[in-house]
C-alpha cells in the first residue's frame, strides 16, 4: 500500500496551530473555502464531512480516530483514484516553539498506476499545504 507523506514548519505554537487545523468539521478555517463547503454530520469518531469543492465534486470522510493534535480519517465517497484510503493530520511542538504538521496517507490506487496516483496525492497534499501558508505564518 502507498505512502504519501508532507510535512510543513508552521510559526505557531502547537495549541494555536491545531486550533486552526484540528477541527475536522471546519476544513475553512485553514482552505479560506466558504463554511457551507465543509458540513459534518454527527460528532466524534464515527462522524462524516462532506467537503463541496470548486467544481462541484464532493467527497465524504469519516473521522477514524483523533487524539490531542492529530485525526484520521478515511474516505467513504468521491471520484477519486484511490481505494481504502486513510489519512492522518498532524501537528507537534518544536523546542523553537513552532510546530511541525505532518499529513500522511495510505492508499490503494484505483483507475491509474500507482506512481500516478502517487503524484496524484502529493500534488492534493501540496495544494492543501500551499492554503495553509496563506493563513498561517510559515519561516523564510
Not at 454527527?42 to 462532506?50: K, N, S
Not at 483514484?81 to 496517507?105: I, K
Request: charged share 25%.
Amino acid at each position: 500500500m502507498p505512502t504519501v507523506r508532507a510535512k510543513q514548519i508552521f510559526l505557531l505554537p502547537v495549541d494555536e496551530l491545531w486550533k486552526i487545523l484540528g477541527d475536522f468539521g471546519d476544513t475553512g478555517k485553514w482552505s479560506g473555502r466558504p463554511k457551507d463547503a465543509c458540513l459534518q454530520e454527527g460528532e466524534g469518531i464515527g462522524c462524516l464531512r462532506t467537503l463541496t469543492l470548486a467544481n462541484g465534486d464532493e467527497i465524504v470522510d469519516r473521522l477514524e480516530a483523533e487524539s490531542e493534535y492529530s485525526y484520521s480519517y478515511s474516505v467513504v465517497s468521491g471520484n477519486l483514484p484511490w481505494e481504502r484510503y486513510r489519512a492522518t493530520m498532524a501537528a507537534e511542538p518544536l523546542v523553537d516553539g513552532s510546530s511541525l504538521f505532518t499529513w500522511t496517507g495510505e492508499f490503494e490506487p484505483k483507475g491509474m498506476t500507482e506512481e500516478k496516483c502517487i503524484a496524484f496525492t502529493e500534488s492534493v497534499y501540496a495544494a492543501g499545504i500551499a492554503m495553509m501558508k496563506e493563513r498561517i505564518p510559515v519561516p523564510d
